[in-house]
């Protein structure tokens, strides 16, 4: 019983994750499709430093 719900509550933690991870995509994602048009008009190391 116990192991049960030890391994619900990594569960409850991973979706948690989960869900922090996707927020801060939603919240980045248009900032990275705004700048990809100007990425590809400059040299490849003016644009290094964004793929990181």
Do not use: C, S
């Not at 409850?12 to 048009?37: K, M």
């Amino acid at each position: 019983m116990e192991q049960q719900l030890l391994g619900y509550e990594g569960t409850l933690y991973r979706l948690d994750q989960a869900e922090h991870i996707a927020g801060r995509v939603d919240r980045v994602a248009p900032r990275i499709l705004r700048t990809r048009q100007n990425l590809m008009t400059r040299p490849p190391e003016a644009i290094r430093p964004y793929l990181r």
